[in-house]
Nanobody, 115 residues
């Protein structure tokens, strides 16, 4: 299983970024995919999740109405569209899949929001 995030970077407050996570090594279309984020010294927190066919999504209260998770099963990729970014969104963002009772994580992508 391999997950590779991309799309992070520096953006001004109020701006937008789209993160991507390219997956391989498992049948992508069968699994729930999630985005998490983590501040230094803190546990990772769930940002958003999407069911295998994309019909259901779930968001942390802190990002509802600003972030949108989506997936393209033909491309084995899950996305996180982030709008109206705030300085407190400055964190490392990780993609996750639970496969065969094991959580697999990407290496993360850093999002920095300047005020």
């Amino acid at each position: 299983v391999q997950l590779v995030e991309s799309g992070g970077g520096l953006v001004q407050a109020g701006g937008s970024l789209r993160l991507s996570c390219a997956a391989s090594g498992f049948t992508f279309s069968r699994y729930i995919m999630s985005w998490y984020r983590q501040a230094p010294g803190k546990e990772r927190e769930l940002v958003a999740a999407i069911t295998s066919a994309g019909g259901l999504t779930n968001y942390a209260d802190s990002v509802k109405g600003r972030f949108t998770i989506s997936r393209d099963n033909a491309k084995n990729t899950v996305y996180l569209q982030m709008n109206v970014l705030k300085p407190e969104d400055t964190l490392v963002y990780y993609c996750k899949v639970r496969f065969n009772d094991v959580n697999y994580w990407g290496k993360g992508t850093l999002v920095t929001v300047s005020s």
